[in-house]
């Protein structure tokens, strides 16, 4: 399977771990109808359910404060042509731009 890896930059407090959140709910829900939706999930997905479990009852998503990054290895599948890919988002604490 093709792997494709995709960054979200950004400096502290702007989104980046609420976007994940967001994603991965819609993407759970397994109603997207997105172009490229998930085709399984990950083995432990215990982060990102934190999270999300948070997001749905609109409480604000905590800042990532992990020195290293999570990273959140989603697969993904085309409904064009079925192609398949491994989409990565690493979600990591955005003080490392501050540098």
């Known amino acids: ?3 494709k890896n995709i960054l979200l930059a950004g400096l502290p407090s702007v989104g980046k ?3 994940i959140t967001a994603l991965w709910a ?3 829900d397994g109603k997207s109808g997105h172009l490229l939706t998930c085709d399984g999930y990950p083995s432990d997905s ?3 359910d934190g999270m999300r479990d948070k997001w749905m009852v609109l409480e ?3 800042r990532t404060t992990f ?3 999570q ?3 989603l697969p993904m599948e085309s409904s ?3 192609s398949k890919i491994n989409l990565t988002l690493p979600d990591f604490k955005g003080e490392i731009f501050q540098k």
Do not use: F, G
Request: charge should be negative; proline fraction near 8%.
């Open 1 to 3: 399977m093709e792997s």
């Open 17 to 19: 771990s609420t976007y």
């Open 26 to 28: 819609v993407e759970k």
């Open 46 to 48: 215990s982060y990102v």
């Open 60 to 62: 604000p998503v905590r």
């Open 67 to 69: 020195a290293e990054p």
């Open 71 to 73: 990273e959140i290895v």
């Open 80 to 82: 064009r042509d079925e």
